[in-house]
């Protein structure tokens, strides 16, 4: 018992207990720890990846880069393109897909949609040569957005806690912070609000299935569908913004009738 004390109060007892702990809470987390959500090392047609590239340095090089690598315009450290690398297939067709791009220059937000300039074979290539540079999300299979197999009801959960706050509650959009905004969601195809999670353009967030696992993603697209389709049943939604709005129309409008019905009771009157 003497020699067994005697070597827990030896001075290196410490470091050792240490090292052993910081050993077992890696090995521990090495074997939980969620893994890249979307993630592709698959092999790509060769063909389709250099005609990607073809098409990438003759339209988008100018602002990403040769290489993907990604430009800075010169004026401090503003950038005219970031770089592309492990953005997966998936952001290049939201980008293209929508019409975000190509820009014509650095603003500071994409349109939230624009005249789509390329062919879907053409984005799919451009998609396939970004893809081989570095692993990254791809685009989501037809069940992945089947809003059919949807919780619109969890989803409509999910999508108040997590996108809300700037898409507004029925996915009208918002403002944000120095210029940018967060779009309405009215008219965006499944795919693109499924790759809008993965992808996070803009000022979203990443949700990656960490986050919001697959099935939680295709809740949020059967309520965004659901709302979509449902009838006002109030009439005029008013743009959906909420109190703001609807107080400004009974304010305008209600005082509006008042001082008219006033005007005419007392054109009677005389």
């Known amino acids: 018992m003497n020699s067994l004390a005697a070597r827990r109060r030896h001075p290196a007892a410490i470091a050792v207990l240490i090292i052993l702990g910081l050993f077992l809470t890696g090995a521990v987390y090495a074997a939980f720890a969620p893994k890249p959500a979307d993630a592709t090392t698959k092999a790509l047609p060769a063909q389709t990846v250099e005609e990607g590239k073809a098409l990438f340095r003759a339209n988008c090089a100018s602002c990403h880069g040769l290489n993907a690598e990604g430009r800075a315009t010169g004026n401090g450290d503003k950038v005219a393109g970031p770089a592309l690398a492990g953005v997966g297939a998936g952001a290049v067709e939201f980008q293209m897909g929508t019409g975000r791009m190509p820009l014509a220059g650095p603003k500071v937000q994409a349109p939230a949609r624009g005249e789509v300039k390329f062919s879907q074979d053409q984005i799919d290539a451009i998609g396939a040569y970004i893809a081989s540079l570095s692993p990254g999300p791809e685009r989501p299979s037809a069940e992945a957005i089947d809003p059919t197999k949807g919780d619109p009801a969890k989803g409509g959960e999910l999508f108040r806690v997590n996108c ?23 008219g965006t195809s499944d795919e693109h609000i499924y790759l809008a999670m993965t992808t996070g353009p803009q000022s979203m967030p990443v949700f990656n299935d960490s986050n919001l696992s697959p099935e939680a993603k295709r809740d949020i697209i059967a309520f965004l569908n659901t709302i979509e389709e449902q009838p006002k049943q109030g009439g005029l939604s008013l743009g959906s913004m909420g109190p703001v709005s609807e107080g400004l129309f009974a304010w305008v409008f209600g005082l509006g009738i008042f001082v008219a019905c006033a005007v005419w009771l007392g054109s009677k009157s005389a």
Do not use: D, E
């Not at 944000?176 to 309405?184: H, S």
């Open 164 to 186: 809300a706050m700037c898409h507004n509650f029925a996915g009208a959009g918002g403002a944000l912070t120095r210029g940018k905004y967060a779009p309405a969601l009215t």
